[in-house]
């Protein structure tokens, strides 16, 4: 979970700097695609450990 959290962090700060700085409009191409693949991580991880619960 604090991979997530630390993804979203800098996918946001990556896409702030690139959408304000003049010139750095792959850095919100970058902060996108990153925000992207951190949505892609947390469902698959999710999905995973919903198959292997252990049965009490």
Do not use: E, N, W
């Not at 991979?3 to 850095?27: E, K, M, N, Q, R």
């Not at 970058?30 to 619960?53: E, K, N, P, Q, V």
Request: hydrophobic letters at 65%; aromatic letters at 8%; glycine letters at 8%.
């Amino acid at each position: 979970m604090t991979l997530f959290l630390a993804l979203i962090i800098i996918a946001l700060v990556l896409g702030l700097i690139g959408a304000t700085a003049d010139g750095l409009l792959f850095l919100l191409i970058i902060g996108i695609a990153l925000f992207a693949a951190d949505l892609i991580y947390i469902t698959l991880r999710m999905r995973h450990s919903a198959h292997h619960r252990p049965i009490r």
